[in-house]
C-alpha cells in the first residue's frame, strides 16, 4: 500500500508534469501559429517590394512603347494615302532615337496588317546580344490569318481588342525564343492599319526576381493568369515551348492568394500579388526550413520544461515530507485504534488544518472505546429482536398451514353441517393468524432490507375486481357499503409490483372496514398525470368511520401501536398494517397522506407512478360492472374449430404441452415445432389457418424466423395470421412485433379469455361453431390434484389451472417440469461458464413463463431479473444470483416430483 506521502508526492508530480506538458504544447502551437504567421508576412512584405520594383519596370517598358505610338498617331496625321511608305521611313529615325534611350527591351517594331498593304510591310529591330539594335528579317504575314487570335497573338489580339495589351508568354518566329510584349494598336483615318510594340528579355527581369528571397531556399517568380510562367530564377524558360498548359502546378492557379502545394516531393508555401499589367508575382518558401526553425525552438521550450519539471520536484518533495509526516503519524494511530489499543499520543499542535485534526481525533479516540461498547449492546439487542420475529413467525407458520391444510380435507370429506361449522371457524381463525403472522414477517423483511419489488406487467381492471370482490362480502357482513369509484380513462394495463400494491391497498380497505361501524368505504381509483410512457394513478379510500383524534395523528404508523384503544381494544389487528403499507409505499417512490376528522371519517390516499404496458383505456367499472364473474378469468372457451389447423412454435416443449392441453377442448388440430428451423420446414411444406411462433428461441428467433418465411412464402405469409408468442409484457410490445411483421403477439403464459380472443379474432369464420356446452361439461377444475401442491407457499395450482386448463393438464406441466429440471439447469450453466451471456438469457427467458405456467410466481419474477441482466449484459448481477437461482430450481424438482407420484397414487 501506497503512504500518503508517496501518493501526494505523486499527485503534485502529476500535476507539475501535466502544467509543464500543458505550456509545453500551448507555446510549441504558438510557435508554430507564430512561426506560419511569420513567413506569410515576411513572403507578403518580399512580394509587395517586388511587385512596386516589377511595376515600375514594366511601366518603363510601356511608356516607351507608348511614346512611339504618339509620334506614330502625330506623323500619321499628316500622312495623305498615298504616302505610308514615306510615313513608314520616317518612323524607322524616330523609332532609332527612343530604343537606345530604354533598357530590358529585345525587339521593338512596327508591322502593317496585310491587308492594308502587302508591299509596305512595317520594320522589325532587335537587340539579342545586348550590342545595339539592328533591323531583321520579318516574317510574312500574309500566311497567317490575322483575325485569329491563336496566331501571331501580338499582333492580332490588340487588333481584335483594339486597346494596347501585355501579351502572355509566346515563341517567336524569328529567333524562336520565348518573350512577353506590350503592344498598342495604331489606327489611320479610323482604320486598323498596325501594330507597334516591344517584347521583353527575361535575362533584364533576374536582378529585381533574384532579390527576392526567403530562408535558405525561399525565391520569387512571374507567371500570368493563365499559369503560363514568364520568369523562374532557376528554371530556363526559353526552353518551355508547350504553350497548351500550365507550367506552374494547379494550386498556384487559386484566387486565394495564400496556398500550398508539393513539388518533386517537397511540401511549399507561397502567396502572391497582381502586378499592374495583369502578371502575377509568386513567392515561395520551403515548409521544411520554416519547421526546422520551429523544431529548434520547440528544443529549447522542452529542455527548459524538462529543468524546470526537476527543480519543482525536487522542491515538492521537500514539501510533501514536511507536510506528511503528522499524517503518517495520525496513520499510525488509527493503525493502534484498530488494533484495539485506545492509548495514542500523537504530538503536532500546529494551528492549521491537520493540528485541528489531531486535536479532534485525540478526543475522538478517547471517547471511541465508550461508544464502541453501547453500539454493540444495541445491535445485538436488535439483531435479537429480528432474529426472534422471523423465527418465530416460521415456526408457527408451519403448523398453521398443516392444520389449515386438514381442515379443507375435513370439510371436504365431510357433509355434517356441525363439522362443518367448525371447519369454518378453524378456516377464518386460522387465515387471522397468518394474516398476522405475514404482517410480522413482511416488517422484518423490510426491516432487514429483504423485501424487494418484483415488477411485471398486470391488468388495473383485474386487479380493481379481485380487491373489491375479496373485500364486498367483508363490507357487506358488517351492513357497510363498499363503493367503487374509477376513472374510465385509466390505462388497461400498467407495470408494476401488484401483489405489494394489492397488499397496500388490501391494508388500506381493511383497516376502513374494521373502523367503521356504519355508512360507507369509498374505494377511488383516477388518472392524475399520463404520458406516452407512464402513468401517476390516485389512490384512495375513503370512510365515514370513527377518524383519528389529531393528537393520535403522529402515532398513525408506529410499530406495535393502536390508537383510540378504548374504543378499538375489541378490534383484531398487530398494529403493524399501516407501518407496512407506509414502507411499502416508500419502496415503490412514493408516501401516504391522510387527512381525518375524529367521529366523522378519513381518507388515505397516494399517487403511483406506472410503466404503462396497455394505453387502451379501462372503461366503464363501477359496483354493477364489476362482480367475481367479470373479473376472473374465462374458464373454457366459447367455440370449437374441429376443421381448424395451427403450428405452435416453441422452443420449450412445455409450453408446447401447455398450450395443447389448454387448446384440447377447442378441437382444433395442433402441429408443433421446437425451433424457427423446423417451422420453417413445417409451413413451407403445409397450409395453417393461424401460427403462433415464439418471439425469443435460440439459434434463430421468432422475427428471423419471420423473415425467412416471408423471402420463401411471401404469398403464404401474407395471407396466414402469424401471432407472436412472448414472456415480455411491457409497453410498447404490440408496436415492435407488428413492426417486425407479426399480426398481433399473446403474452405467455397464455390464458384461455386471451387465447379465446385472439382465435376468434384471427380464424375464418367458416370454421368456427358456437360451443354448446357439451364440450366444458360441469368439472372439479382441481381434479387429480393432491392437497401437497395446495399446502407449498411456492406454488399457486388455481394460477396454474388457469394458464393449463383443467387440473391433469397442469399435473402433465408439473411433471414435465420437474423431470426437465437438471437438463436446464445444466444448459444455463454451461452458458454462463462459456461466456454464451445470449443462450443464457434465451434460456432464463424460458423458464420464467414455463414456472409461471404451473403457479410459481415467485421463481417466475427471479427468473425475470436474471432475463432482465442477461439482457442489460449485467455478469456481476448473473455471476452473484444465477448459483442461489438453480440450487432453488433443482430443490423443487424433489418436491414437485413427490407432488407427481402423490397424484399419480
Known amino acids: 500500500m501506497k503512504s500518503i506521502r508517496t501518493k501526494i508526492t505523486l499527485l503534485t508530480v502529476c500535476t507539475i508534469v501535466i502544467a509543464v506538458i500543458i505550456v509545453a504544447a500551448i507555446a510549441v502551437c504558438s510557435i508554430n501559429k507564430l512561426g506560419n504567421s511569420d513567413a506569410d508576412e515576411m513572403l507578403l512584405h518580399l512580394c509587395e517590394a517586388g511587385q512596386k520594383n516589377l511595376n515600375a519596370y514594366f511601366d518603363s517598358a510601356e511608356h516607351s512603347v507608348t511614346k512611339i505610338a504618339d509620334i506614330v498617331e502625330e506623323d500619321l496625321e499628316r500622312t495623305s494615302d498615298d504616302q505610308l511608305g514615306d510615313h513608314i521611313e520616317r518612323m524607322r529615325t524616330a523609332f532609332e532615337k527612343v530604343m537606345y534611350q530604354t533598357n530590358g527591351v529585345l525587339t521593338y517594331y512596327y508591322r502593317i496588317d496585310p491587308a492594308v498593304s502587302k508591299k509596305i ?266 432474529s426472534f420475529l422471523s423465527n418465530m413467525s416460521h415456526e408457527i407458520r408451519t403448523p398453521i398451514t398443516t392444520v389449515l391444510g386438514m381442515n379443507e380435507i375435513i370439510s371436504r370429506e365431510t357433509n355434517d353441517e356441525t363439522i362443518l361449522g367448525y371447519c369454518d371457524n378453524i378456516r377464518i381463525a386460522g387465515n387471522n393468524l397468518l394474516g398476522i403472522i405475514n404482517d410480522i414477517l413482511d416488517f422484518s423483511k423490510i426491516e432487514a432490507g429483504k423485501m424487494e419489488l418484483v415488477p411485471a406487467s398486470y391488468s388495473l381492471k383485474d386487479l380493481i375486481g379481485d380487491l373489491y370482490s375479496m373485500l364486498q362480502i367483508r363490507a357487506g357482513d358488517k351492513g357497510l357499503s363498499l363503493r367503487l369509484d374509477v376513472d374510465p380513462h385509466l390505462p388497461k394495463e400498467l407495470v408494476g409490483d401488484a401483489l405489494r400494491i394489492k397488499q397496500v391497498i388490501t391494508n388500506l ?85 391522510v387527512k381525518s376528522t375524529y367521529n366523522v371519517g378519513s381518507t388515505f390516499s397516494f399517487n403511483l407512478e406506472q410503466e404503462i404496458s396497455d394505453p387502451a383505456e379501462i372503461g366503464q367499472l363501477d359496483e354493477k360492472t364489476v362482480s367475481i364473474k367479470d373479473h376472473m378469468r374465462l374458464q373454457s372457451f366459447s367455440f370449437v374449430a374441429p376443421d381448424s389447423h395451427i403450428l405452435i412454435v416453441d422452443d420449450t416443449q412445455m409450453n408446447l404441452e401447455v398450450i395443447k392441453g389448454l387448446l384440447k377442448p377447442t378441437q382444433i388440430q395442433i402441429t408443433t415445432a421446437i425451433s424457427g428451423a423446423e417451422c420453417i420446414e413445417l409451413f413451407s411444406a403445409n397450409s395453417y389457418d393461424l401460427v403462433f411462433l415464439d418471439y425469443r428461441m435460440p439459434n434463430m428467433n421468432g422475427v428471423e424466423t419471420l423473415n425467412i418465411l416471408k423471402e420463401k412464402e411471401p404469398e403464404k405469409v401474407a395471407n396466414t395470421p402469424i401471432i407472436s408468442l412472448t414472456a415480455n409484457a411491457i409497453q410498447g410490445d404490440r408496436e415492435r412485433m407488428i413492426a417486425a411483421g407479426f399480426t398481433d403477439y399473446l403474452t405467455k403464459p397464455v390464458n384461455i379469455a386471451d387465447m379465446d380472443d385472439v382465435l376468434l379474432k384471427y380464424l375464418p369464420e367458416n370454421l368456427i361453431s358456437q360451443a354448446t356446452g357439451d364440450e366444458a361439461e360441469a368439472e372439479d377444475p382441481y381434479e387429480g390434484i393432491p392437497e401437497e401442491a395446495f399446502a407449498c407457499s411456492w406454488l399457486d395450482p388455481k394460477e396454474g389451472v388457469e394458464y393449463c386448463g383443467s387440473g391433469p393438464m397442469y399435473m402433465d406441466a408439473l411433471e414435465f417440469f420437474a423431470n426437465a429440471t437438471e437438463r436446464n439447469a445444466s444448459v444455463i450453466e454451461k452458458s454462463l461458464a462459456d461466456g454464451d451471456i445470449e443462450l443464457y438469457t434465451t434460456k432464463v427467458h424460458a423458464l420464467k413463463s414455463s414456472s409461471l405456467s404451473i403457479g410459481m410466481k415467485d421463481f417466475s419474477a427471479r427468473a425475470k431479473a436474471l432475463e432482465l441482466a442477461g439482457k442489460s449484459n449485467d455478469i456481476e448481477t448473473i455471476k452473484r444470483d444465477t448459483p442461489d437461482f438453480l440450487k432453488s430450481y433443482r430443490e423443487f424438482r424433489e418436491d414437485l416430483l413427490a407432488i407427481v407420484e402423490k397424484a399419480a397414487k
Open 121 to 386: 510591310k512595317g520594320f522589325w529591330y532587335s537587340n539579342p546580344d545586348g550590342e545595339g539594335f539592328r533591323e531583321h528579317e520579318m516574317i510574312d504575314m500574309t500566311l497567317y490569318d490575322t483575325n485569329d487570335t491563336s496566331e501571331l497573338p501580338w499582333f492580332t489580339v490588340p487588333k481584335v481588342t483594339g486597346e494596347p495589351v501585355w501579351i502572355s508568354p509566346y515563341i517567336t518566329d524569328i529567333d524562336e525564343a520565348r518573350v512577353i510584349s506590350y503592344n498598342v494598336p495604331v489606327y489611320w483615318k479610323n482604320e486598323f492599319i498596325g501594330v507597334i510594340g516591344a517584347e521583353i528579355d527575361y535575362s533584364l527581369m533576374s536582378s529585381e526576381v533574384r532579390n527576392i528571397t526567403l530562408y535558405d531556399n525561399g525565391y520569387a517568380f512571374i507567371t500570368d493568369e493563365a499559369g503560363n510562367l514568364i520568369y523562374h530564377p532557376h528554371i530556363d524558360a526559353t526552353i518551355l515551348t508547350d504553350m497548351s498548359r500550365p507550367d506552374v502546378p494547379p494550386e498556384l492557379l487559386t484566387a486565394e492568394r495564400h496556398y500550398h502545394y508539393t513539388v518533386d516531393g517537397k511540401e511549399k508555401m507561397g502567396l502572391w500579388l497582381p502586378l499592374d499589367n495583369g502578371m502575377r508575382l509568386h513567392v515561395t518558401v520551403p515548409t521544411s526550413e520554416i519547421n526546422r526553425t520551429l523544431r529548434k525552438m520547440v528544443v529549447q521550450i522542452m529542455i527548459a520544461s524538462v529543468f524546470l519539471l526537476i527543480v519543482l520536484s525536487h522542491i515538492n518533495r521537500r514539501f510533501a515530507l514536511r507536510l506528511t509526516k503528522p499524517l503518517n503519524d495520525l496513520t499510525k494511530a488509527t493503525e493502534q485504534i484498530n488494533s484495539g489499543n485506545y492509548d495514542v499520543e500523537l504530538n503536532y499542535s500546529g494551528d492549521d488544518e491537520v493540528g485541528i485534526l489531531t486535536k479532534t481525533f485525540s478526543n475522538l479516540a478517547k471517547n471511541l472505546q465508550t461508544e464502541i461498547h453501547a453500539l454493540a449492546e444495541s445491535e445485538q439487542v436488535s439483531r435479537a429482536k429480528s
Open 509 to 593: 380497505l381493511t383497516n376502513a372496514i374494521k373502523y367503521t361501524e356504519k355508512g360507507s368505504v369509498t374505494f377511488k381509483v383516477s388518472l392524475k398525470e399520463k404520458d406516452e410512457k407512464k402513468a401517476t394513478i390516485y389512490v384512495a379510500v375513503i370512510d365515514t368511520g370513527i377518524g383519528i383524534k389529531e393528537e393520535e395523528m403522529y402515532k398513525l404508523f408506529e410499530k406495535f401501536d393502536r390508537l383510540d384503544t378504548k374504543r378499538t381494544k375489541t378490534i383484531e389487528g398487530t398494529g403493524l398494517g399501516l407501518a407496512i403499507t407506509r414502507k411499502l409505499l416508500v419502496m415503490m417512490g412514493t408516501d401516504i397522506d
